[in-house]
């Protein structure tokens, strides 16, 4: 997906990463979900590095892939 988002000649320069943060910092949600084709293990590798986690699969619908589900911790953490 990144790929897509991003111009060959920025690609592997961390533009993807930066887009990413500009697009949920501010998010009110507690939780981003992102639902990744299994047909890519290196996308999901580089959701992983965004702190993103897989918790379980889901078809949603039933001509699609069975998606791997990512859930990544939007909550800024409070002191203790």
Do not use: C
């Not at 320069?13 to 009110?28: F, I, K, M």
């Not at 078809?59 to 203790?80: E, H, K, M, W, Y």
């Amino acid at each position: 997906m990144s790929e897509l988002m991003v111009r060959p000649r920025w690609r592997k320069t961390g533009a993807s990463e930066r887009l990413h943060e500009a697009l949920v910092e501010d998010r009110p949600e507690a939780l981003a979900v992102l639902l990744v084709d299994p047909g890519h293990p290196k996308v999901e590798t580089v959701y992983e590095s965004w702190k993103y986690r897989r918790i379980g699969n889901r078809q949603p619908f039933p001509d699609s892939p069975n998606f791997a589900v990512t859930l990544r911790d939007l909550r800024i953490p409070t002191g203790f």
